[in-house]
């Protein structure tokens, strides 16, 4: 059984960081793109940033460029995602998801139904 579980989020103030940890077993986790999503109160779910399976390529949201950072260690089956100078529209619960098909090289897996496994989400709140 797959599960993908979500951990580190919270409440923290505008400018301040947080790293988020994203935990999958039950799949071979080295050949899954890992993939960051967010959703906000009263909006759609939106792609935050993702990573190929080896690590090499990442991609970003424009609105989380240069302030996040994606990362994974296989060895420990676990992607991260560390957010620097928070701002309050980044109030959002961020969702962890494994992609293990197809997905357009230079930009990337951006869509969620690319993803074929789904955590249940963690809350970052970002207070102005």
């Known amino acids: 059984q797959v599960r993908v579980v979500e951990s580190g989020g919270g409440l923290v103030q505008a400018g301040g960081s947080l790293r988020l940890s994203c935990a999958a077993s039950?799949?071979?986790?080295?050949?899954?793109?890992m993939g960051w999503f967010r959703q906000a109160p009263g909006k759609e779910r939106e792609f935050v940033a993702a990573?190929?399976?080896?690590?090499?390529?990442?991609y970003y949201a424009n609105s989380v460029k240069g302030r996040f950072t994606i990362s994974r260690d296989n060895a420990k089956n676990t992607v991260y995602l560390q957010m620097n100078s928070l701002k309050p529209e980044d109030t959002a619960v961020y969702y962890c998801?494994?992609?293990?098909?197809?997905?357009?090289?230079?930009?990337?897996?951006?869509?969620?139904?690319?993803?074929?496994?789904w955590g249940q989400g963690t809350q970052v709140t970002v207070s102005s």
């Open positions: 998801a494994a992609a293990t098909g197809g997905y357009p090289v230079v930009s990337g897996p951006r869509t969620s139904r690319l993803y074929d496994y």
């Open positions: 039950g799949l071979t986790f080295s050949t899954y793109a």
């Open positions: 990573i190929s399976w080896s690590g090499i390529s990442t």
